[in-house]
């Protein structure tokens, strides 16, 4: 918003309007409000989605990398919608004891269905409600098989016993059935397939932050199960072309900073695809990360109160659209080109597949419709008071800006100093809290920031910091963890046992009395 404003008000002065002294704040928060009533007044007309894919909104959407000082390129809308969208609906894939009588047949009579039917929409609820049937229920192209073996073997009960996850009602999380055109094929779940969180009772939630699974010791996917997401015929069907040793290292090689341990994935065999097991459920290797520089699967549930996505900040937020992009980008619209250096073939690179813009679109007004779930176990309200206090005298508020919890910017990771011309300067503060740069330095996703997370949620979030290192707040602020011989409680690293977790010193002064009372402060929000 204040960026928005911000931009407002240079475009007012070099229109050469005098403003008086006092004037600007007033008319800022007009602006502001103006621009609140713009965004919350205008849903989607019913039946039409917007479309996502405009150069208008692409053209400054993407931090550039610092190590290159360019913006990652995105495929052109034209090239985006000489493809026909993607819009079919999932079923689940039951255990076979729990198969409803007669599923299997009605399913082989089926015709293709939208996933989200934009006869039905209407209002902005109707939106939420798509979006979240699609978030959970969205499969992914690269997954989709006819093959009879690999069907076979999705209902074949010996292939359960140790596959995919059985949910309460009976059915898989990961596999699903897809109707297509072509037939009915088997599948996986894309969004659904990481943005879970798994209960102790076995049930699940979408959007929640990963690594309760550790607490319950029970794996989620199973790349033995046909289909799986990161399993070698599905990331072949991506990367074609590849051996699996290409893959891994197409993923993360980076040009302009290379580092030899991932170059070295290069000669491996197949089991260099061994590389992208994090070992930690909260962490997550992504295309563009690193095995070495983590990046935890976030909680989605805060979502609208950041104003840029990624630990690194690699997007800006701005409403549903940004994180329908998103969507779309992380499904197949990256050419994965970064100035002069392109880490796909030509055949990699061209657009493959699409989801139909009411798919993403409903994603992202579900997703930014968040609020992550209040604590139903609060302390007594003076400590909380207690904690709040030193929240404020330890400067926390400075950076976590209540009541979002986050001031939306952009932190410097160490060492990076952003040239004055950085287009997203408006964002950024020139301050580093020296957690560890690798992420937003040696990567792709290296744009030389970290973001300041809203701490809204933090009560129930199974890891801490951009790495996914810390395993609670305890560890966080315990000074112990600065030193070589700490154990980290979340991901650690490929073959590291005991290592420091540098950085974000805030708050590690503190007696016992008043770390305890800071820290129900913060399970408070
Ligand atoms: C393979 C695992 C995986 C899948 C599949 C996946 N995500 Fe994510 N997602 C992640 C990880 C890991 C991050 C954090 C990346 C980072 O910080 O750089 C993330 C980050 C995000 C963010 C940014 C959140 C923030 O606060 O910064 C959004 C939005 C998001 N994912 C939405 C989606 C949607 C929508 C889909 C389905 C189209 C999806 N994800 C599929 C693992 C996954
Ligand atoms: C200069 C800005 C700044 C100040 C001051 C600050 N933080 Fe942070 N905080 C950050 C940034 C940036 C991160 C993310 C760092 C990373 O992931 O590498 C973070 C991460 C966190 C996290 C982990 C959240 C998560 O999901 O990973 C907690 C908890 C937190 N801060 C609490 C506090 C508290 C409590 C204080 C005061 C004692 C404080 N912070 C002071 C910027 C700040």
Known sequence: ????????????RAGGLMLSSRLPIVLAS???AANIALVRSQPQPAGSAPRIWNDADLADWATPVAGLNVRPAHISAAEYYALPGDNLRTYPVYHPDSEPAGYWE?????????LVDLSKIRSRSDWIAAGERAFREVDTFWSRTDDPAAIAQARDPQSFQNGALKLPDGSAHGPRWVVTPKGLMLSWVACSNCHFRLHEEGSITVGGPRGARDRTGRGSVNPRVPGAQGSLPVLARYFVGDSAATIAWRMFSVPWAPDDRIEKIRDGGQQALSVLAAGDPGVFHRPHGSPYYGTKVVDLQN???SKYMDATGTHRLRGPEDVARYAAFISGADPMDFGPHRML???QRRLRARYADEVVYAIGMYLMSLEPPTNPDLAPQAIRDEGESLF???GCVNCHVPPAYTSGKLTVAAGYEPPADHPNRDDIIRVSVGTDPGLALKTRKGTGFYKIPSLRGVWYRPRLLHD???????????PARLQPDHVPGGWKGPGITARAVPGHRFGLALTPEEKRALLVFLRSL
């Open 392 to 394: 404020r005298r330890e």
């Open 303 to 305: 979502l609208h109160y």
């Open 30 to 32: 007009l602006l502001a």
């Open 468 to 478: 996914g290192s810390l395993a609670s707040l305890e560890e966080m602020f315990d």
């Open 106 to 114: 009605e399913l082989k009579r089926k015709k293709p269905e939208p």
């Open 1 to 12: 918003m204040s960026l928005r404003v911000a931009r407002e008000m240079r475009r007012l």
């Open 345 to 347: 073939s030509d055949e």
